[in-house]
C-alpha cells in the first residue's frame, strides 16, 4: 500500500518556539492531505485539510495563524506550530489519499510527537 | 458528517472471532464506512472500507445491513497483536476522491491470553 512519512518522529522544544513537521507520500500524488492532533486516551481530532498550491482549510477552533500549512507540491505538506506551548504538546498526525488509485482510503503517517518545555 | 457510535471497549480471548458493531444512524447515500486500527503512538492503519452488503479481506469482515445503519467489523480469531482501538469512520467521498472524516471515540480492544 502507500507510505506516508513524517519528520520528525519526536520534537522536544522549550517554549515559544517554532516547530515544522513535515508530511510526505513517498510513491503517489497527494493533492489533499489532512492534519490531525491527538491528546492522550483520545480520538484524533481533524485540524485542518491540506490542498496542495492552496490555503488550507482549518476546522473550527483551530488557529491558522499558530498550526500554518504550507502544501507546496504534490508530495509534501509542512504542519508549522509557531511560538508552542506546553498545551501545544501532542502527537500530531498526517494523512494523504492516493488520488489515483480507485481505493477510497486515507494513509496516515505514524505521527509527531511534540513535547513543548 | 454521520455521527458514529461504538463501544468503548471490548475484552476477547486469544483465537475467539470478535465483533465490533458501530451505529451511524444519519449516514447519508454518498457516504463510505470505513474501519483503522490504531496502535499507541502510531498512526491510524486502514482496515476495511465498504458501502453496503459484505466485504471480505485477509485481515477482516464488514458487514453492513441493508438500511446501512451500522456496520459490524469482524476480526476472525484475534491474537494479542490484535490489542488495538478500532475506528468507525464515515465519510462522503468528495471532490477530487478524497474523504473527510471524523474520527468518534473507538473502541479499545484488549485481547486477552
Known amino acids: 500500500g502507500a507510505v506516508v512519512s513524517q519528520h520528525p518522529s519526536r520534537v522536544i522544544c522549550k517554549s515559544g518556539t517554532s516547530v515544522k513537521i513535515e508530511c510526505r507520500s513517498l510513491?503517489?500524488?497527494?493533492?489533499?492531505m489532512f492534519w490531525y492532533r491527538q491528546f492522550p486516551k483520545q480520538s484524533l481530532m481533524l485540524m485542518a485539510t491540506s490542498n496542495e498550491g492552496s490555503k488550507a482549510t482549518y476546522e473550527q477552533g483551530v488557529e491558522k495563524d499558530k498550526f500554518l500549512i504550507n502544501h507546496a507540491s504534490l508530495t509534501l505538506s509542512t504542519l508549522t506550530v509557531t511560538s508552542a506551548h506546553p498545551e501545544d504538546s501532542s502527537f500530531y498526525i498526517c494523512s494523504a489519499r492516493d488520488g489515483a488509485g480507485g481505493a477510497n482510503e486515507q494513509f496516515f503517517g505514524p505521527g509527531t510527537r511534540l513535547t513543548v518545555l | 458528517l454521520a455521527k458514529t457510535t461504538q463501544p468503548i471497549s471490548m475484552d476477547s480471548y486469544e483465537g475467539q472471532e470478535v465483533n465490533i458493531t458501530c451505529s451511524h444512524n444519519n449516514i447519508a447515500t454518498n457516504d463510505y464506512i470505513t474501519w483503522y486500527q490504531q496502535f499507541p503512538s502510531q498512526g491510524p492503519r486502514f482496515i476495511i472500507q465498504g458501502y453496503k452488503t459484505k466485504v471480505t479481506n485477509e485481515v477482516a469482515s464488514l458487514f453492513i445491513p441493508a438500511d446501512r445503519k451500522s456496520s459490524t467489523l469482524s476480526l476472525p480469531r484475534v491474537s494479542l497483536s490484535d490489542t488495538a482501538v478500532y475506528y468507525c469512520?464515515?465519510?462522503?467521498?468528495?471532490?477530487?476522491?478524497?474523504?473527510?472524516?471524523?474520527f468518534g471515540i473507538g473502541t479499545k480492544l484488549q485481547v486477552i491470553p
Open positions: 510513491d503517489f500524488q497527494a493533492t489533499t
Open positions: 469512520l464515515v465519510g462522503a467521498l468528495l471532490r477530487g476522491g478524497y474523504q473527510k472524516v471524523t
